[in-house]
């Protein structure tokens, strides 16, 4: 049996929210996450990710930017949709009340993989 990855690819939400703002609205989450941490050690933590914007759905669903990465993906591959076997997803979505959901099934029915 033969396996190929023709090609893979990603899709952001296009509204970014500052680093500031997330810290603040998510800060009972992330003092819990980091109770271990000394006080010091915390504030250099902070001071070191390296990130000023992050990227949050506002305008877009998440299905939305898996149709965008998909489609994104089949067109760098030069494929048809019908030529798939297989669609893996992995997602990720931070947040208190999030239902986690795989779009693979959708994502085949929809793009007719």
């Known amino acids: 049996m ?3 990855m023709a090609s893979s690819a ?5 509204t970014f929210v500052s680093l500031e ?11 819990a996450a980091t109770a271990f941490l ?6 250099r933590v902070y001071e070191n990710l390296g990130i000023e ?3 949050v759905c506002v305008r877009e669903q998440p299905y939305d930017l898996v149709i965008r990465a998909a489609t994104q993906a089949i067109e760098a591959a030069g494929v048809r949709s019908s030529d798939i076997d297989v669609i893996l997803d992995f997602v990720t979505f931070p947040g ?4 986690y ?4 099934h959708r994502l085949s029915r929809d793009l007719g993989a």
Request: proline share 6%.
């Open 96 to 99: 208190r009340e999030v239902t």
């Open 53 to 55: 914007r992050i990227p």
């Open 21 to 31: 703002e997330v810290l603040s609205a998510e800060r009972s989450r992330i003092q």
């Open 38 to 43: 000394s006080d010091h050690l915390r504030g």
């Open 101 to 104: 959901s795989y779009f693979a």
């Open 2 to 4: 033969t396996i190929n």
């Open 10 to 14: 990603y899709a952001l939400p296009s």
